[in-house]
């Protein structure tokens, strides 16, 4: 009998398994069918030379920003490791940093007149800024260096639990005898043990390169704009020409990121094989948690200076340039927020919170039920993989184009569902690295002693997993409530949440009113994930 | 205790039925960045109220949001309970839903539609295409210079005299970048100084071709004047609003709008500063209205005609053009008023806003010319 329960168990969840694996490519299939179906050869590789310019801006752009993120997080990690575990905690609380106010806070420090040409404005004395001339060159730059800064935190994340694997102190110890120096231990020996073990975290950020629609739209370059900015645009548009576009621009896109991530994947073997091999760093003898803690410092004090800039623009009724603070003080910002989105904000909270525990609870009780936990494992990888590569404005689109052709259900349904979706994949690989974690001593000794699967569970590994269930909860949550795109290309604004407010504030006049959503929008997962960190310190088990 | 706890809850169940009953759900699709028209739409909804109606703002970023929505329903035969009730329209989003057939009307049956002056064409052509009662008429717009005249004494009036104050006055003058609704009525402005004959501007583009000589030395002019716009021409604002904080802050020294009170109103909200000054172009500005309108698929058409009744009723129009409140432009023409309703309309002097009738009214291109000047405007900026 409890063979039979054990079948129908395990049977659960592969059935919860292809039923999303179904979903997923009936929504992949549906928009890859409607855009080939609708393209012809010959105007797909027109517009593919046409949008060369755009095409080779986006490669090249997102390429560069995931090799510095690369190389930055890497040092950071390293200095982190060494130094600092508290400062480490901090940068979790980073990662829930909104993407929109991160952009908009950019533009804020950066601009003519913005954060530094005040300040520089006191020591020269100009009263009207100077002559702004930025170019796409510059946009280019400071897109590469903003997105690579803002997956810093989450590189780091990740590639932190890498470094304690790697167990860096013992290489160190073996390879000073051959004579290597600190840099060429952690060149040489360290980065490329590293590298080879952030694969996914390199392919998500690369995805997301490709996807996003804040960083490319308010900080990237405009001739040409990128594909990401292009596919929404046509998206939105009324004019023919455009929406004729959106089916080449569906199709180079999916040929970009393949092409991006089969390029990252060879510059890594590249990179790997030269770093083992090269001398170069054996007779340098540098200090190299300077280099980390410098970049850290730099990590720190924008999203610092950019919280800064926010707070005072969100209680500003003038701010003018050249002053350094707001002349006039209004909160009519604050209050506008929460009055009018009081209840879209704690929707969105309510939402976030049970789609993340919903996701938690799923994948737990699929690992849980089944015996055979590498096959859950790697058809779950698979299945994160494909949400994850596939970027996610033209998976949306593909969703919209399936709700009109399965109309039964609610567009509350696909709401959901389409987040859903987005969480899975970071639910996943935290709850695997968990698992892996796990010593499975301690439910053999409680299985010898006859103790059901059930009891061990809630006995023994929920109390020493908490920890790592309450961070996937977190990183869960704050992921699910900065999703925008699903308002936008799923719901057509039917169903928001309250970042998607935000976002559409800020094409308004109020710049205070604005700036107060962006800061409410951080307040729930920064909290929630600062109160987690401050646990997880204290209550290690 | 027990009977009070029984009263209470029949007469909350009462209202219940009543309110299910007697009231209806009115969902308005507009666009939500604007404190200003979110706090006015708000107020309407209060007033509303009183006539059980519950008008729901939902707050889109692009009316092409809601035609999607409009035309999956159609596509997939969803015919009865569409969930948008009431658009705010205009241009070549009205024009794709006039050729799609998702618009219900006629709707110019209305009481408060004897305000509206029937013999004004610019209220019944948009974009030069015929309304034919399928939108209502709610607020105007008349294309605006702002400039801050601290640092400008005689703002440009003519395209010429643009040229000369943006060459003068290198990186102090940018529009918003196409597609963005602002930037292409910039260059509609500029192409109604360009032409010589304005009247082929209300023709549909394709009898201007083989080369379209008017669009040609548009970008010829646009050509010339990049290299001195902010950012010499490589960086546009995203939108109008964009446009502000580099107003206020003087990175830019003269911008578009397309509304004449919008320096007043956002003075006021000290948004910019108290030098802020309004003016156009003297030969005549473009001007056109936005609308109401109910999608074929409205469950709640009787409820929405009330809400677009009350909307251009002389009490929430003269709310609307007060500069306090939104400071958009009445669509009611004051002949058809009496001396009560007249006086709704508080005439605000402002310093910042350009006197009404000052500038000519030109209409808008016919709606195939925005898509023409922006594929042109591609082809050769982008």
Redesign the interface.
């Known amino acids: 009998m409890s063979g039979l329960k054990l079948l129908i168990n395990q049977n659960i969840s592969f059935l919860i398994i292809f039923l999303l694996f179904g979903i997923v490519f009936l929504v992949i299939g549906n928009i890859l069918y409607e855009s080939i179906n609708q393209l012809s050869i010959k105007s797909f590789l027109n517009d593919l030379m046409n949008f060369l310019p755009s095409i080779s801006v986006t490669f090249f752009n997102n390429i560069l920003s995931t090799i510095c993120a690369i190389f930055i997080a890497f040092f950071i990690t390293e200095y982190l490791y060494k130094k600092s575990s508290f400062s480490s905690s901090f940068l979790i609380v980073l990662i829930s940093f909104p993407h929109i106010s991160y952009c908009i806070g950019i533009t804020y420090l950066f601009a003519t007149s913005g954060l530094f040409a005040r300040l520089f404005a006191i020591f020269y004395g100009n009263e009207v800024p100077f002559i702004s001339s930025r170019g796409d060159g510059l946009a280019n730059f400071i897109y590469i260096f903003s997105l690579a800064l803002r997956e810093v935190p989450f590189l780091v994340l990740i590639g932190l639990s890498v470094w304690k694997k790697i167990n860096p102190n013992q290489i160190q110890q073996q390879v000073s005898v051959l004579g290597h120096s600190d840099l060429s231990t952690l060149m040489n020996c360290i980065f490329p043990l590293w590298i080879k073990s952030m694969g996914l975290p390199i392919l998500i950020i690369i995805a997301f390169g490709f996807s996003n629609f804040e960083f490319s739209s308010i900080l990237g370059p405009q001739f040409p704009n990128m594909i990401n900015v292009k596919i929404i645009e046509s998206w939105y548009s009324t004019n023919t020409e455009l929406m004729r576009h959106l089916n080449s621009l569906i199709m180079i896109t999916i040929l970009g990121v393949g092409l991006a991530i089969l390029l990252l994947f060879f510059l890594r073997k590249v990179i790997v094989s030269y770093f083992t091999n090269t001398r170069l760093f054996i007779s340098i003898n540098y200090n190299t948690l300077l280099i980390g803690k410098f970049f850290f410092l730099i990590v720190i004090l924008l999203f610092t200076a950019i919280i800064f800039i926010t707070f005072f623009l969100s209680i500003s009724k003038s701010w003018f340039f050249p002053s350094i603070f707001p002349t006039t003080f209004t909160l009519k910002g604050w209050s506008y927020m929460i009055e009018n989105y009081s209840v879209l904000f704690f929707h969105s909270i309510f939402l976030s919170a049970i789609i993340s525990i919903f996701n938690l609870i799923i994948m737990t009780y699929m690992i849980e039920i089944s015996q055979n936990i590498k096959n859950i494992f790697k058809m779950l990888f698979l299945l994160s993989l494909m949400i994850l590569v596939i970027p996610q404005n033209i998976m949306l689109m593909g969703i919209s184009n399936l709700m009109s052709s399965l109309p039964f259900f609610s567009i509350k349904t696909w709401f959901y569902f389409s987040l859903f979706i987005y969480i899975l994949p970071y639910t996943y690989f935290m709850t695997k690295q968990s698992y892996d974690d796990f010593n499975p001593q301690y439910i053999e000794n409680a299985d010898v002693l006859g103790i059901t699967r059930l009891k061990s569970f809630f006995y023994i590994k929920l109390p020493i997993m908490t920890n790592d269930f309450l961070i996937i909860f977190g990183v869960s949550f704050s992921v699910c409530f900065y999703q925008f795109l699903q308002g936008i290309i799923v719901t057509k604004g039917e169903e928001l949440l309250f970042n998607n407010e935000v976002l559409i504030l800020f094409s308004g006049e109020s710049i205070s009113t604005a700036s107060s959503g962006s800061l409410l929008n951080f307040f729930p997962a920064g909290l929630l994930l600062t109160i987690i960190y401050i646990r997880y310190r204290y209550a290690r088990m | 205790m027990k009977s009070l706890l029984n009263t209470l809850t029949k007469i909350i169940f009462l209202i219940f039925i009543y309110h299910s009953l007697y009231s209806a759900d009115v969902n308005f ?1 507009a ?6 028209i ?1 706090d006015f739409i ?1 107020q309407a909804s209060k007033d509303l109220k009183k006539k059980n109606i519950n008008l729901n703002h ?5 009316i ?6 409009l035309e ?1 329903d159609k ?2 035969n ?1 015919l009865q309970k569409g ?1 948008i009730d009431l658009m705010w329209v205009n241009g ?2 009205f ?2 839903l006039k050729k799609n057939q998702l618009l219900f009307g006629p709707i110019d049956t209305i009481d408060n539609y004897k305000f509206i002056n029937t013999d004004d064409q610019s209220l019944h052509n948009d974009f030069g295409e015929p309304v034919e009662g399928l939108e209502v008429p709610w607020g105007r717009a008349q294309f605006v210079l702002i400039y801050d005249s601290k ?1 400008i004494q005689k703002p440009p009036q003519t395209i010429e005299q643009l040229r000369k104050f943006i060459k003068n006055n ?3 003058f940018t529009y918003p ?1 196409i ?1 963005d609704f602002h930037g292409t009525t910039f260059l509609k402005q500029l192409l109604y100084e360009i032409v010589d004959d304005q009247s082929i501007l209300q023709k549909p583009f394709s009898n201007c071709l083989n080369p379209c000589e008017p669009l040609k030395n548009l970008m010829i002019y646009l050509n010339d004047i990049h290299p001195f716009l ?3 021409g ?3 604002p ?2 109008a ?1 964009e446009t ?3 107003l ?4 830019l020294w003269l911008t578009i709008s397309f509304n004449p009170n919008m320096a007043a109103v ?1 003075v006021s ?3 910019l ?1 108290d030098v802020t000054r309004t003016t156009s172009f003297i030969g005549g500005a473009i001007g056109n209205t936005h609308y109401l309108a109910i999608p074929f698929n409205s469950p709640n058409k009787k409820a929405s005609l009330e809400v677009i009744n009350y909307l251009i009723s002389p009490q929430s129009q003269a709310d609307k053009s007060n500069i306090e409140i939104w400071g958009d432009p009445t669509v009611l023409d004051f002949t058809k008023m009496n001396e009560i309703q007249k006086k709704m309309f508080l005439d605000k002097q402002s310093v910042h806003i350009l006197p009404n009738y000052q500038i000519p009214y030109l209409e808008e291109p016919h709606y195939s010319w ?2 023409a000047i ?2 042109e405007w ?1 082809k050769t ?2």
């Open positions: 699709h666009w939500g960045g604007s404190v200003i979110n708000k939902t707050k889109i970023t692009d092409a949001e809601s035609i999607k929505i999956t596509k997939i969803k969930s070549e989003n024009h794709r640092l290198p990186g102090r970048q597609p902010w950012n010499q490589k960086r546009f995203k939108s609003a502000v904080p580099l206020s802050n003087r990175e956002n909200s000290g948004n500063r925005t898509e922006e594929n591609f900026f982008n």
